[in-house]
């Protein structure tokens, strides 16, 4: 029962710590990485109150040190998605009845664990697992997941808050409602900001979540789940499982109760969760919902008015941190043959002043290992391709070695083909493709930057033209949800820069926003009128 009108913290980014040398939290992560490192853990699957171990594991080691292993984690057969989805339904009553700032209160408690006890566990889990520099995981793991959670508390306050206008005589007003179901959380690798906040914002608004993590983030997750418990998170609202991803999918989106699916990882998967969900429709008790962020082959597209050093840097970090696995990663550019090659000069010499690929323990790398084997194979089986190619050059790194680990080297490819297929396919890593246009074709290579993805998540233009950045941000409306000027395609801040993409890239629901909460509500509009007519008779009657 309701007993006040409360209002949520103001919700503030929290500052990214420095790990300088010699700084505290420098000295924290790192001893926290090492007692990771050297002991093993075992990760159940939630569910309800149980931590079930079926038996069935799988191992867990660092993708830049793929032979020690660091623990396991149990997988579950289908009768434990079954008890999982029956478990949601029977934890939602009580969820759902629970006034909206007893859930708020849990979120943000949240948040301040990690800002303080778990965040050299969060960062170092990140940073083992998922081969993170200590910055990388800094900035997502740590202060982009407090972001999400204190913003989106922020964000629900102001749902609910919106009320409509009421006439003389009656008083018009809105329930936002979970929604009659439950909701699946399908998450990727490489944010663990992202795992955590896609079955929390659905929670966050009253739902129960069954919650997949990805095969190689489940180290993390684990921090994740702690974390919700030890704030009070109760029992089933958030069920976590691993294991055959089609066979959980296919149990999941067979229920009636499916209510939705929060979703980020590749299109294909996507767009084969839209079609099953479509084949399955007569089976649902409500229209689900369908919420994707899903790949990008996303642009730099440099002016002849841009400064070099920009560009290069924009280049260098857009396209290597985190070793291209980001989402919005920097993947294809394109420079004005006037300053192409100083712009090239400036990014080789960047990526010949870092060091060899190596352990996230080393502070001093700016470059560790891509995730797994599978995508260390895709990766070199492009570079190989681009040595052969006649319309293609390496110009700096395309070296690769997995004898430890997945380790690439950043690799620059210029292209004399704008439909070259390094500028076309989406390779999460850290290679980036060139091409170079006439100064005067400034026009058509906007159309060709356009034309060229399937995608449409990020792109960055940078020029000191105003005329030029006027242009290029109307010839690109479609062509980027985030769009950038004069910076990088990463980056994007919670409550700052909401983050999505359409076309092939998602349904753009903008994590990272109130938008993205409206996705898992159902509002109910209440009139009541307080003196009703008695009479059927309107005045036009006479």
Not at 146 to 160: A, P, T
Request: hydrophobic residues 35%; negative net charge; proline residues 5%.
């Amino acid at each position: 029962m309701g007993k006040g009108f409360f209002q949520v913290p103001t919700a503030i980014n929290e500052p990214v710590k420095s790990y300088a040398p010699g700084s505290a939290e420098r000295k924290e992560v790192l001893k926290q990485y090492k007692e990771y490192y050297n002991s093993k853990i075992e990760v159940p699957l939630y569910i309800g109150s149980e931590e079930i171990r079926s038996g069935q594991t799988r191992t867990m080691s660092p993708p830049h040190d793929h032979q020690h292993v660091v623990g396991h984690y149990h997988t579950a057969e289908k009768t434990h998605i079954e008890a999982a989805i029956a478990n949601c339904l029977e934890s939602r009553s009580k969820w759902v009845d629970l006034t909206w700032e007893q859930r708020a209160a849990i979120f943000l408690k949240a948040a301040e664990l990690i800002a303080g006890p778990y965040r050299a566990k969060i960062n170092a889990a990140t940073m083992m697992a998922q081969s993170k520099t200590v910055h990388q995981a800094e900035i997502d793991a740590a202060c982009e997941f407090i972001d999400f959670l204190r913003f989106n508390v922020e964000f629900m306050s102001q749902i609910y808050e919106e009320q409509p206008d009421s006439a003389e005589g009656i008083w018009n007003r809105v329930e936002y409602r979970p929604l009659e179901g439950f909701v699946y959380a399908i998450t990727p690798f490489n944010f663990t900001a992202i795992a955590g906040n896609l079955p929390a914002s659905a929670a966050m608004m009253g739902n129960v979540t069954i919650w997949k993590p990805s095969d190689s983030q489940v180290y993390s997750a684990k921090v994740i789940m702690d974390v919700f418990k030890e704030a009070g998170l109760p029992d089933g609202v958030i069920n976590m499982v691993m294991g055959d991803p089609v066979m959980i999918t296919e149990t999941i989106l067979d229920s009636p109760d499916f209510s939705g699916v929060h979703f980020t990882g590749s299109t294909h998967v996507f767009k084969g969760l839209w079609k099953q969900i479509g084949t399955n429709i007569h089976k649902y008790k409500t229209y689900p919902r369908i919420v994707g962020e899903t790949g990008g082959k996303d642009f730099i597209v440099a002016h002849p008015s841009a400064k070099p050093q920009q560009v290069a840097t924009a280049i260098t970090r857009g396209a290597f941190e985190f070793q291209g696995q980001k989402c919005s990663a920097a993947s294809r550019v394109y420079l004005p043959k006037s300053s192409a090659n100083e712009i090239l000069d400036l990014v080789k010499k960047d990526v010949e002043s870092f060091n060899k690929p190596g352990s996230p323990e080393d502070l001093s790398n700016f470059i560790t290992a891509v995730i797994h084997e599978g995508s260390f194979d895709k990766l070199a089986k492009y570079i190989d391709q681009a040595q052969e190619d006649k319309t293609a050059e390496i110009i700096t790194g395309g070296g690769y070695d997995k004898s430890v680990g997945y380790f690439i080297e950043p690799t620059v490819i210029v292209t004399t083909d704008p439909k070259y297929t390094t500028m076309e396919t989406e390779l999460f890593g850290p290679v980036v493709t060139v091409y170079v246009y006439e100064d005067k074709d400034w026009n058509k290579t906007l159309q060709l930057v356009d034309e060229t993805s399937e995608y449409a998540l990020t792109g960055a233009v940078l020029a000191t033209d105003r005329y030029a950045i006027d242009e290029a941000t109307k010839a690109l409306q479609n062509s980027a949800g985030n769009f950038y000027i004069n910076d990088k395609p990463t980056g994007a801040v919670v409550g700052q820069q909401p983050f999505g993409g359409a076309r092939a890239s998602g349904t753009n629901d903008k994590a990272g926003s109130a938008q993205n909460l409206l996705r898992w509500v159902s509002p109910r509009l209440i009139k009541e009128t307080f003196v009703s007519p008695e009479d059927y008779r309107y005045p036009f009657l006479g």
